[in-house]
C-alpha cells in the first residue's frame, strides 16, 4: 500500500493505479479514505464507471453514507449490466429506498436472463422477499418449465431437483398451488403426450 501510494504520487492520472489503491485500502479497513480515492478517480469508459461505483457503493453503505450510496446506485442504474449484477443492485436499491428503480432493475433482468435457470430463481427469491407474490409465482412456473425432471448431474443425481424445490415451495406459499393443479390436469387433457406438463403435474403433486 505504501509503495503504490507512492506510485500515485508519480503517475496522478494513472486511474487504474487509482482503483487498486482504493481497493487495497478498503481491504485494510480505511473505508473513508477508500471512498475519497474512489471520487478522485475520472472514469475512461463504462466498464470503469461500474468498477468505480460498484466499490463506491459498497463502501458507501459500510461507512453510512446513504445519499453516496444512492448516488453510486443511480449511476449504475444508467449502465448495461448482466442479469446477476442488477439483481444485486435491485437489493441494494430497496434498502436505499429507491423501490421503482429497483422494480426497473428486476424487469430488466428478467427480460435478459432468457433460460438461466439460477437467476430466474434469484428473481423469485427476491420478489418474494419483496412479497410481490404474483411476480413470484410467475418466476417459479417459469423455473419449472426450466428446470424438467430427469437431467441428470455427475453420479446420477437429479440436478434439477433442489431448484424445482424452490419453485414449488413458493407455488405452496402463495396459495394458489390448487388452482395451479387443475389447469394443468386441463391442459395435459388437451395435449396428453407433453412431456413438460407431465412433469410440471409431478412437482405440484408432490407439493
Not at 482503483?19 to 475512461?44: C, F, I, K, W, Y
Not at 435478459?112 to 430466474?120: D, E, I, V
Request: no cysteine; charged share 25%; glycine share 6%.
Amino acid at each position: 500500500l505504501a509503495a503504490l501510494t507512492a506510485a500515485v504520487q508519480s503517475a496522478p492520472n494513472d486511474t487504474l493505479l487509482l482503483l487498486e489503491v482504493a481497493g487495497l485500502r478498503e481491504q485494510n479497513g480505511e473505508h473513508d479514505a477508500a471512498l475519497a480515492l474512489l471520487d478522485s478517480v475520472t472514469p475512461l469508459d463504462t466498464q470503469m464507471m461500474q468498477r468505480r461505483e460498484e466499490a463506491a457503493l459498497r463502501l458507501a453503505e459500510r461507512t453510512g453514507n446513504a445519499d453516496r450510496a444512492r448516488q453510486a446506485a443511480a449511476r449504475l442504474f444508467g449502465l448495461r449490466l448482466d442479469p446477476d449484477k442488477q439483481l444485486e443492485l435491485a437489493g441494494k436499491m430497496h434498502r436505499l429506498g429507491m423501490p421503482k428503480e429497483a422494480e426497473t432493475v428486476l424487469a430488466r433482468a428478467q427480460r435478459q436472463a432468457g433460460n438461466k435457470t439460477q437467476t430466474l430463481v434469484r428473481l423469485m427469491t427476491q420478489y418474494q422477499s419483496q412479497n410481490q407474490t404474483d411476480l413470484a409465482v410467475q418466476m417459479a412456473r417459469q423455473v419449472l418449465r426450466r428446470a424438467p425432471v430427469g437431467a441428470t448431474g455427475r453420479g446420477g443425481y437429479d440436478e434439477n431437483e433442489g431448484v424445482r424445490q424452490q419453485a414449488v415451495g413458493v407455488l405452496s406459499r402463495s396459495g394458489q398451488l390448487r388452482e395451479l393443479i387443475e389447469r394443468a390436469e386441463a391442459q395435459l387433457k388437451a395435449s396428453p403426450s407433453s412431456v413438460p406438463m407431465h412433469q410440471t403435474l409431478l412437482a405440484y403433486y408432490k407439493a
